[in-house]
């Protein structure tokens, strides 16, 4: 079971179901101090699988983008979809298909973009066989459209994966960090990071706010929203600069 919340408290989780039974994403919406009696909703119901939810919300609407990997094309298709949902656990539209092209996309996070009223989508996609894995992203419109081109955001030689974000509202930019593999994959992972600033209705890459490689040796994996760097790196490691 996976667990993900955010304002204005809807809570999504992972239910598995079994043997050839569809599974799919569902949550429940709640009240900080009424959690009982509330009832389960269906965020997707497609077929086959729907795995590794996110969530992001427009806090004055309070209506939210819930983000998934997804199976629906087939067992070892993995696509990304999303869907509006109201605070009450109604769906605002139908499923979005924030991402299904050919090889496979993974793991969505998602953030909320208070400036320009928008989300940004970001996943890794590639395939186990070419041992390649690049990070990508997406913008959504409040009201469920896309907006612009797929955007590419780390596409060095092997594994860019497990992408983490956040939004700096004073700023109008993101930070998307993920795990990276470029260097050599079986030996050593760092942890790098991109900063984009949201402007005029695209993206453009900032020449600051970005995550060097981290500065232990040996292996770093998945970046975690809210937690800082060591006291001791420097420049060119995990510091922020």
């Not at 067992?75 to 990304?80: N, Q, R, T």
Request: hydrophobic letters at 40%; proline letters at 6%; aromatic letters at 8%.
């Amino acid at each position: 079971m996976v667990k993900r919340a955010t304002a204005p408290l809807i809570l999504v989780w992972l239910l598995a179901a079994m043997a050839a039974a569809a599974r799919g994403a569902q949550g429940t919406p709640f009240s900080p101090l009424v959690l009982n009696g509330a009832q389960d909703f269906v965020v997707c119901g497609a077929d086959r699988s729907q795995h590794k939810p996110a969530v992001a919300c427009e806090p004055s609407s309070q209506i939210c983008l819930v983000v998934w990997e997804d199976y629906r094309a087939g067992p070892y298709v993995a696509d990304i979809y999303g869907r509006l949902i109201a605070s009450d656990g109604s769906p605002v539209r139908q499923d979005i298909p924030v991402c299904a092209v050919a090889d496979n996309q993974y793991e969505p996070e998602v953030a909320y973009n208070s400036s320009a009223h928008e989300y940004l989508v970001v996943w890794y996609d590639g395939r186990y066989e070419d041992n390649r894995f690049y990070i990508r992203g997406q913008r959504v419109s409040a009201a469920g459209a896309l907006l612009g081109n797929r955007i590419d955001i780390a596409t060095a030689t092997n594994w860019q994966i497990n992408p983490a974000l956040a939004y700096n509202s004073r700023d109008n930019e993101y930070l998307v960090a993920w795990e990276d593999g470029a260097v050599n994959i079986m030996a050593r992972r760092n942890l790098k990071g991109k900063g984009i600033r949201a402007r005029a209705g695209a993206l453009l890459f900032s020449t600051r706010s970005r995550v060097g490689g981290c500065c232990p040796t040996g292996v770093q994996q998945t970046p975690l929203e809210g937690l800082e760097p060591p006291a001791n790196c420097l420049e060119g490691s995990c510091s922020i600069r």
